[in-house]
T-cell receptor, first 112, second 111 residues
């Protein structure tokens, strides 16, 4: 079962611009996490935001969470070529096992 | 160095053979996970384990088996019953309710 859906599926911008990716989910969550994956590699954790939080920052990354709309956004400011990757949101449900449910990802390309 | 390792990076097998993928972590994490990723897709959970000697099926467990005899190790066996085994397999570990740390992945090709 797929909980999160990222939007857009692909995004191409110029270096220096900001990139915004969105994630929608279907059921209540304990937390939502964003990951980055470079081609053919494992995933790297970026940010975890809990259901009682609305916004978190980490360097050039800003994540928001709107539990009433069941949506989250990831903003990357001042993008760099090295930000080119696929970005996934994943949710952890409030009860039961601590397993992540991933969306299909947004493929971000930063053009130099 | 602390981290999570998977071996081998590439694996080739003939159809009908079982194959075991290795996953080891020295992060002292209780929970470990196996995911499958197909081209252009997200990750799907195969099996997960929250404690030694215990594991649960994920969303696509059919054709796979696991064991968790040690906290550090969570090997995945892809059996001949798995109809489409060619994929990228990712292992991860975490503390409970925390972010997951992923290994570099094993790309399995079955012909």
């Amino acid at each position: 079962s797929q909980q999160g859906e990222e939007d857009p599926q692909a995004l191409s911008i110029q270096e220096g611009e900001n990139a915004t990716m969105n994630c929608s989910y279907k059921t209540s969550i304990n937390n939502l996490q964003w990951y980055r994956q470079n081609s053919g590699r494992g995933l790297v954790h970026l940010i975890l935001i809990r259901s009682n939080e609305r916004e978190k920052h980490s360097g050039r990354l800003r994540v928001t969470l709107d539990t009433s709309k069941k949506s989250s956004s990831l903003l990357i400011t001042a993008s760099r070529a090295a930000d080119t990757a696929s970005y996934f949101c994943a949710t952890v449900l409030p009860q039961g096992a601590q397993k992540l449910v991933f969306g299909q990802g947004t493929r971000l390309t930063i053009n130099p | 160095d602390g981290g999570i390792t998977q071996s081998p990076k590439y694996l080739f097998r003939k159809e009908g053979q079982n194959v075991t993928l290795s996953c080891e972590q020295n992060l002292n994490h209780d929970a470990m996970y196996w995911y499958r990723q197909d081209p252009g897709q997200g990750l799907r959970l195969i099996y997960y384990s929250q404690i030694v000697n215990d594991f649960q099926k994920g969303d696509i467990a059919e054709g796979y088996s696991v064991s968790r005899e040690k906290k550090e190790s969570f090997p995945l066996t892809v059996t001949s019953a798995q109809k489409n085994p060619t994929a990228f397999y990712l292992c991860a570990s975490s503390i409970l309710n925390g972010e997951q740390y992923f290994g570099p992945g094993t790309r399995l090709t079955v012909t």
